[in-house]
């Protein structure tokens, strides 16, 4: 399960989707407004343990602070663990492990423009970590920074080429910018690697819908229902897409199924709106 503050940061996420949507042609107002869902919150951080591929630290004590550090983290002592690594930086302010464990506090409590600077940092001093320029990408996303945010992810993939986390984050980062073949290129990619991966399905179909490519989006969307048949977002992009092809029998069916598998959400509330337009 995801923390409420990555559940916050998929919402501004969902919002600039729309936002995205809204700001193009017309003919894409009533595309799919969900992104993600909150089981599709970006990939949880990882702290690294000593020995890393961060690096290690000539000061022992500077170890052990970090150490200390990432056994609070564990144990849900954030402020402790900051406190520990702050310390385990002033014995050695240029531990890469240390800044990189800071940056992955900060952004657990969403204060991006630190988790930003101790990213950065780690990324400055172990240029070849494909953790910390992953790590440094969701910050970048966090903040809004997609083209930034896009770099990291690459670099990352360049330095870790199954990087599928990576590939997945590309594909959002693409998909907000509009550029939508090189979403479809990376939600690919993951799918290669994790076959069954219902948000990389559900998001292909996205950017296919929102290149017109519409067989493919139904085709992709009918496989995540068929996945997970609770998948209310697709089940409401298999409507959109079937009224495209002029088909209200199954545009109607795939809105009643949105409803059905959730009940009281607003995508189910926009079914229920395009169902009254059908039966006008």
């Not at 994790?194 to 296919?208: C, E, K, V, W």
Request: charged fraction near 20%.
């Amino acid at each position: 399960m995801h923390s409420e503050r990555q559940k916050k940061v998929l919402m501004t996420i969902a919002v600039m989707v729309v936002c995205v949507t809204c700001a193009g042609c017309t003919n894409r107002q009533n595309m799919p407004t969900g992104l993600l869902s909150p089981q599709a919150t970006l990939s949880p951080l990882q702290i690294p343990t000593v020995p890393s591929e961060l690096g290690q630290t000539n000061s022992g004590l500077a170890r052990q602070h970090n150490e200390m550090g990432v056994r609070l983290y564990r144990d849900g002592n954030i402020n402790g663990a900051i406190t520990e690594w702050k310390s385990a930086l002033e014995a050695d302010p240029a531990y890469a492990e240390a800044h990189y464990n800071l940056g992955r506090a900060y952004y657990d409590q969403a204060k991006y423009n630190e988790a930003l600077f101790h990213l950065q940092e780690a990324v400055r001093l172990v240029p070849v970590s494909s953790t910390a320029r992953y790590n440094l990408g969701l910050v970048y996303l966090a903040l809004g920074q997609l083209e930034e945010a896009a770099k990291s992810f690459e670099v990352a993939i360049q330095l870790e080429p199954e990087y599928a986390d990576a590939y997945y984050n590309l594909g959002i980062v693409h998909y907000l910018l509009g550029n939508y073949n090189e979403a479809i290129f990376d939600f690919e990619n993951v799918l290669v690697l994790r076959p069954d991966d219902i948000y990389a399905l559900y998001n292909l179909g996205l950017a296919l819908y929102a290149r017109g490519d519409i067989e493919r989006a139904i085709e992709k969307w009918e496989r995540t229902v068929q996945i997970s048949p609770a998948y209310a977002e697709a089940f409401y992009g298999l409507g959109l897409a079937y009224l495209k092809q002029g088909n209200k029998e199954k545009a109607v069916e795939a809105f009643q199924n949105c409803i059905n598998a959730l009940p009281e959400s607003e995508v189910a509330e926009s079914a229920r709106r395009q169902l009254r337009q059908i039966n006008r």
